[in-house]
């Protein structure tokens, strides 16, 4: 039946049509009451104090210092754990409402598991309350691709059930010391891109791959999906302790994030379509389906066969409903082309399941994404029809541009304008979207590209000790958007 449905639903959300356009003139007090917009970071990208305080390496660490930024690394970063009050300035300069930022484990917890380090609870602390005396919301995630080397080294991470427990004890940590006053909770951050990198292909951390000598041992057709498993039932492990433990008396939300991509056939031949439907499957309805349904779809289970662990009842009774919230990072649109067998690689791997060929629309100056916000819509309109309409926040969504110190971004400028309208067209269309995230506030180290390519409101001069910032265009043009006012002018600086 789920077949079934997936099959309507791609034949009219995925197929070629009309590009659904942005609103146009729109300003902030157009979206609903409660609806909130912030921007984001993550530990390893803006923090630094690397080898302070008692943190010690996690798996981001050691795939830099592999040399895989030519040289970068987050050792000083943004240096955002000594100038956090100063970035926290800036953030209500810009008039943002809420910070998306994630904790690092190994700061808190150095081992993975144990003692835990009072100088790194301190700061997390401090940065907490800094956000809450300028009346920004704190919407923390508990893990952004960077597990503590240690668990790695001790028994290959999300590798291994172990992590269950650890990532639930790390999680107790946090919902202790912070939850009286942060209210909104994330434990992944996008998993599904974290797991295809790190295990099926080998270019993130922790770079297992099939493939020798361009990554280190692992086994691309049965890793994906085991470390995905693990990741599943160690969300729903905290989140269950969450709702047991901390919520009756702390009163706040947790839930899960994945990255999206637009899908467009690349023609509307069946083939194509159906290749759309398994990239959505196996990108998407994977660490999806289970928390809304407590089961795998039945096109994985279908064409990955033993590989894909099965769920006991009772976890899946533990996944299925685990998520108070959806978080989606969404950058762009991508063409989607099945791949016949002859064509397919000769090993099994996540990647070869799939069964397709995707690739961008040249459509965009090198380094930067297409503009295409009607793919964002018809993801929302996807958890719309086929997922019960759960809770949406936007957790990323942001243009790259070169990191070459210009300040004036007006395509980032567009691609907001672009992107927000298209938000706002599918709340009018009646989808359950609570919240906007501009990624980011820094031009941080970025998990794909380094400081080759930046993100940020703000420029960040790493030649400068100081790590001095600089507003850019975007910013003041967010700033101003985000002045709440009865004017209906559109946010043009």
Known sequence: MKIMLHLLLLSCLFSSSPLVSGVGNFTRDDFPSGFIFGSGTSAYQVEGAALEDGRTPSI????AYEGMYGGGNGDVACDQYHKYKEDVRLMS???????RFSISWSRLIPNGRGPVNEKGLQYYNNLIDELISHGIEPHVTL????L???LEDEYAGWLNRKIVEDFTAYADVCFKAFGDRVLHWTTLNEPNVFIIGGYDEGFLPPRHCSIPFICRPGNSSTEPYIAGHNMLLAHASAVSLYRTKYKPTQHGTIGFNTYTFGLSPFSNSEEDLAAVQRLLTFYVGWLIDPLIFGDYPDIMKNIVGTRLPAFTEDEANLVKGSADFIGINHYTTIIVKNKDNNSKSPFM????DIGVTVFFPDSAPKGQFPVMPEGLYKILEHFKQFYGNPPIYIHENGQQMPRNGTLNDTPRVEYFEAFIGTVLDSIRNGSNIIGYFA???LDGLELLSGYKGGFGLYYVDLDDKERSRYPKYSQQWYAKFLQKSSSKDRAVI
């Open 93 to 99: 300069e810009t008039n943002l409402e809420a910070y």
């Open 148 to 150: 503590p080397q240690a």
């Open 60 to 63: 981001w660490d050691t795939y």
């Open 349 to 352: 791997s996540f990647s070869n």
């Open 439 to 441: 990624w980011s506030l």
């Open 143 to 146: 893990s952004h691709s960077d």
